[in-house]
């Protein structure tokens, strides 16, 4: 139940909530928990109230009363759309929009408890913010758009065209994932080619829970999920989309202080600071700059030993080397030296994939050293061997292995060189010679077996 005061409105939905007039004209999802038709109501009621303050509001509480004061929801048009996103399995979604508001429908469910849900956003939550839940085809999108802004009284008002930005999201594959906890209890992340997923599972229920943010409220709203993730792991969403989220700056934020954030939250691009439209908050000197830039490095190249997530390193060290440090690969190494076994397995496949591809070699076999522990980091180093004929530190462990007193070592790596015959080379699919590459000989220290050892050792490093 909501009731007006002279001062904005007062709810009681099991405790009292008290609204300034710019509260709900800044506030995402204002009067959550009302239905639909009482906020629209209340939204529309509230204009002369704002009118009163109009000198003392925000700009963004100025285009809110803008947006209220101009749509007239009678005038929209009744729209449903059926369509379906696709995991593994295919979902089901349909969507209405009529005159009290957006209702999202989860047939399948893919993001609800039970079949059929459905879920209410608010006219300007959508103008302002975008989709609450997938709408992953753009003409449909810019369908609704194009429906609420025909139910303008004045079409070029401020607000009619400060609606979120409409465009194709990537195609192809999911973008970058992450995952913190273990087998017991873990909270995850997953971009999919429509909007972000969020979730947590435990060895006791399995899914906890599993969310949704679309990209347009990634970008939109510096108050939600970008404001809960790491730098890394948002920088890594943004540079999938190809686009920047908009910032949270402080309250009384000075200009020095604003540039900072831009400078190092664009991770020292300052071109990127101007394409995503914010140059005219952006006033730094070179000295500024440079000092700002040795701050980075310094946070950028201590997070390599903090952060555990591929995609999230491969955005820190991309950063570092873009700006100006020369031995990005040493930092990593360096990193790999403290870090846990599935941070040191992360910080190997970037150097292997996009830095140093030797050096990348060296710290993945490094993590023989917790074989003891766990079988499976040996059977993940030498399954990763399978695909790196061409390194010359991979071939000089084969090598080392087949010499060796290990015989587990021993085997795999003649397992490797079976791998790279199947791959296609000729001289590893010489069953004879694979044959005689036998323990048994081995640790006999047959002649034959020597001879044997020599050819394959010649075989590998040529």
Same mark, same amino acid.
């Given at each position: 139940m909501i009731q007006f005061t002279e001062n904005g409105i007062r709810q009681e939905l099991g405790t009292t909530k008290k609204w300034s007039v710019a509260e709900l004209l800044e506030a995402y999802e204002p009067l959550s928990g009302e239905p639909l038709a009482v906020r629209n109501e209340a939204m529309k009621a509230l204009i002369p109230l704002a009118e009163e303050l109009y000198g003392e509001l925000s700009e963004t509480a100025l285009l809110r009363y803008d947006f209220w004061k101009q749509l007239l929801p009678r005038r929209i048009a009744e729209q449903k759309f059926m369509y379906t996103t696709k995991v593994t399995n295919t979902y089901e979604w349909e969507l209405t929009i009529n005159?009290?508001?957006?209702?999202?429908?989860?047939?399948?469910?893919?993001?609800?408890?039970?079949?059929?849900?459905?879920?209410?956003?608010?006219?300007?939550?959508?103008?302002?913010?975008?989709?609450?839940?997938?709408?992953?085809?753009?003409?449909?999108?810019?369908?609704?758009?194009?429906?609420?802004?025909?139910?303008?009284?004045?079409?070029?008002?401020?607000?009619?065209?400060?609606?979120? &930005? @409409?465009? !194709?999201?990537?195609?192809?594959?999911? #973008?970058?994932?992450?995952? =913190?906890?273990?087998?017991?209890?873990?909270?995850?992340?997953?971009?999919?080619?429509?909007?972000?997923?969020?979730?947590?599972?435990?060895?006791?229920?399995?899914?906890?829970?599993?969310?949704?943010?679309?990209?347009?409220?990634?970008?939109?709203?510096?108050?939600?999920?970008?404001?809960?993730?790491?730098?890394?792991?948002?920088?890594?969403?943004?540079?999938?989309?190809?686009?920047?989220?908009?910032?949270?700056?402080?309250?009384?934020?000075?200009?020095?202080?604003?540039?900072?954030?831009?400078?190092?939250?664009?991770?020292?691009?300052?071109?990127?600071?101007?394409?995503?439209?914010?140059?005219?908050?952006?006033?730094?000197?070179?000295?500024?700059?440079?000092?700002?830039?040795? &701050? @980075?490095? !310094?946070?950028?190249?201590?997070?390599? #030993?903090?952060?555990?997530? =591929?995609?999230?390193?491969?955005?820190?060290?991309?950063?570092?080397?873009?700006?100006?440090?020369?031995?990005?690969?040493?930092?990593?190494?360096?990193?790999?030296?403290?870090?846990?076994?599935?941070?040191?397995?992360?910080?190997?496949?970037?150097?292997?994939?996009?830095f140093d591809a030797e050096k990348g070699a060296e710290v993945l076999i490094d993590l023989l050293k917790y074989e003891a522990e766990e079988s499976y980091w040996r059977n993940y180093v030498f399954n990763r061997l399978f695909r790196m004929r061409d390194n010359v530190t991979v071939q000089h462990f084969v090598v080392q292995c087949l010499r060796g007193d290990n015989e587990i070592h021993f085997k795999k790596a003649v397992d490797v060189l079976a791998f790279w015959g199947m791959q296609g080379e000729k001289a590893f699919q010489d069953v004879t010679l694979l044959r005689a590459l036998n323990w048994e000989d081995a640790s006999a220290a047959n002649s034959a077996f020597n001879e044997t050892l020599d050819k394959a050792i010649q075989l590998i490093k040529n």
């Open positions: 005159p009290e508001g957006l209702f999202y429908k989860d047939v399948s469910p893919e993001y609800s408890q039970v079949p059929g849900k459905v879920h209410e956003q608010l006219f300007s939550d959508f103008w302002f913010f975008g989709p609450l839940l997938p709408i992953p085809d753009l003409q449909v999108r810019k369908q609704l758009v194009a429906n609420i802004r025909n139910a303008f009284a004045q079409v070029g008002s401020p607000a009619s065209y400060k609606h979120f &930005e @409409l465009f !194709e999201y990537p195609m192809g594959l999911d #973008g970058p994932s992450w995952e =913190e906890g273990d087998h017991n209890a873990m909270d995850f992340g997953i971009v999919r080619i429509y909007g972000i997923e969020m979730g947590a599972t435990n060895w006791r229920e399995g899914l906890v829970y599993l969310s949704y943010t679309s990209f347009e409220q990634f970008l939109t709203r510096p108050d939600g999920l970008g404001a809960k993730l790491s730098p890394g792991f948002k920088a890594a969403i943004e540079n999938y989309l190809g686009r920047r989220a908009k910032r949270q700056q402080a309250p009384g934020a000075s200009d020095n202080e604003i540039s900072k954030q831009l400078f190092m939250e664009s991770g020292g691009n300052v071109h990127n600071i101007g394409r995503d439209g914010f140059m005219e908050e952006y006033k730094a000197t070179a000295a500024e700059e440079a000092a700002w830039r040795a &701050e @980075l490095i !310094e946070k950028y190249t201590q997070r390599l #030993g903090e952060e555990d997530n =591929e995609t999230v390193l491969a955005s820190l060290a991309e950063t570092l080397a873009y700006n100006g440090v020369k031995n990005v690969s040493e930092r990593c190494c360096e990193a790999a030296k403290t870090a846990t076994p599935k941070a040191q397995q992360a910080i190997a496949e970037l150097l292997i994939k996009k």
